[in-house]
Nanobody, 118 residues
């Protein structure tokens, strides 16, 4: 079992910044993928950014150049620095942990609300 606890969501004005953090605990495998997805009202959950245990990153086109993902493998944490926020970034953000070795599996946090509004 893997547990994920997110923090850092909230209300911010357009153009502002927020930092999300996620602590992962439990039965963590060394080869893994951690990151963030989001789901806006009436829409499907979508990838925001992920980072592998080897350091490779993947960003959604909509956040490239504005969001930065980072992780601390020793502490099993993954952060998302969100800059130049736009109203369309408003969503519930979910922390993600993916076990890459066979058999693969995925775990999710409870989600944290990010609202970008003036």
């Amino acid at each position: 079992q893997v547990q994920l606890v997110e923090s850092g969501g909230g209300l911010v004005q357009p153009g502002g910044s927020l930092r999300l953090s996620c602590a992962v605990s439990g039965n963590i495998f060394s080869i893994n993928l951690m990151g963030w997805y989001r789901q806006a009202p009436g829409k499907q959950r979508e990838l925001v950014a992920t980072m592998s245990s080897g350091g490779g990153t993947n960003y959604a086109d909509s956040v490239k150049g504005r969001f930065i993902i980072s992780r601390d493998n020793a502490k099993n944490t993954v952060d998302l620095q969100m800059n130049s926020l736009k109203p369309e970034d408003t969503a519930v953000y979910y922390c993600y942990y993916g076990k890459m070795s066979f058999p693969p599996s995925a775990s999710w946090g409870q989600g944290t609300q990010v609202t970008v509004s003036s």
